[in-house]
């Protein structure tokens, strides 16, 4: 099985970038579809960005699209999160998630999750 691990979570001003790293051990990443979440304090955890496996199909919600980038480095066993053009209300607990085989946008169809990486975003 995977381990996921994020990083890269901090504080930025509104309008600025950060890009979030889920490094994977044990196994390929490219095996996974591996999606991002994020929860902020008394909401539920929401579906933010996946790619999925072998192909790394990318898809993205409403609320992110055309702000945020997924990728996959193969050669890092990395997936990474660009995120342009922050705004405060993207302010959350961000999680990488990873599950075997095909694409899923619920957080309880996915298997295998990291302890997650503190993104604050100021006004």
């Known amino acids: 099985q995977v381990q996921v691990v994020e990083s890269g979570g901090g504080l930025v001003q509104a309008g600025g970038s950060l890009r979030l790293s889920c490094a994977a051990s044990?196994?390929?990443?490219?095996?996974?579809?591996v999606g991002w979440f994020r929860q902020a304090p008394g909401k539920e955890r929401e579906f933010v960005a996946v790619i999925t496996w072998t192909i790394g199909n990318t898809y993205y919600a409403d609320s992110v699209k055309g702000r945020f980038s997924i990728s996959r480095d193969n050669a890092k066993n990395t997936v990474y999160l660009q995120m342009n053009s922050l705004k405060p209300e993207d302010t959350a607990v961000y999680y990488c998630a990873a599950r075997s085989y095909g694409l899923a946008y619920n957080a309880r169809d996915y298997d295998y999750w990291g302890q997650g990486t503190q993104v604050t975003v100021s006004s």
């Open positions: 044990g196994r390929a990443i490219s095996s996974y579809t």
